[in-house]
């Protein structure tokens, strides 16, 4: 049998001899003038490294008042970062419908049991008691200087516009 020769058999063959080894070199960017851009960049860069400088506080300050907290407390605080570092907040966790309405329930019988609670209170506080509205129906005391029509009053004003007598002609 004869072997076949094929580009790749005859590289297998001489792989020692074509071995090459390459040596990777960064490239390095050249310096430029040092002076020119020194006095323009200190003029722009220093409120923006004063402003970067705070929010780094900031955030340290942050971070380190979270370390305090409880696991729970913690978990909720670096979620509340993240907000208002820009990332969407988290979505509600998943209630079952039923539990749900017990729940619902609960709180409204709850609500129910202070405010009647409430109510007994006030009651038992303030006695029996109770404010009568006034049957005039005063509407302050502006209107005192110039008094207070009357219904009666109003009734004779009516039968004189409406009992005007005629006088009957005399038929001839």
């Excluded at 405010?115 to 502006?142: C, E, P, Q, W, Y």
Aim: hydrophobic letters at 30%; a positive charge; proline letters at 2%.
């Amino acid at each position: 049998m004869s072997i076949v020769l094929t580009k790749a058999a005859l590289a297998l063959r001489n792989a020692e001899n074509n071995f090459k080894v390459v040596k990777f070199e960064a490239h390095k960017p050249k310096k430029k003038h040092v002076e020119e851009d020194s006095k323009v960049d200190s003029k722009q860069t220093l409120p923006s490294k004063r402003d970067l400088d705070l929010k780094q506080i900031r955030h340290e300050i942050v971070k380190f008042g979270m370390s305090g907290f409880d696991t729970t407390k913690k978990e909720q605080a670096k979620i509340a970062l993240a907000v208002s570092l820009g990332a969407k907040p988290p979505k509600r966790e998943y209630v079952n419908y039923k539990e749900l309405m017990e729940r619902k329930k609960l709180e409204k019988q709850t609500k129910d049991d202070e405010r009647k609670m409430m109510i007994s209170k006030s009651i038992l506080s303030t006695g029996t008691k109770k404010k009568k509205k006034s049957a005039n129906n005063d509407v302050g005391h502006f209107l005192s200087s110039y008094g207070k029509v009357q219904k009666k009053d109003l009734k004779k004003d009516d039968s004189k516009f409406k009992g005007k007598k005629k006088k009957k002609q005399k038929i001839i």
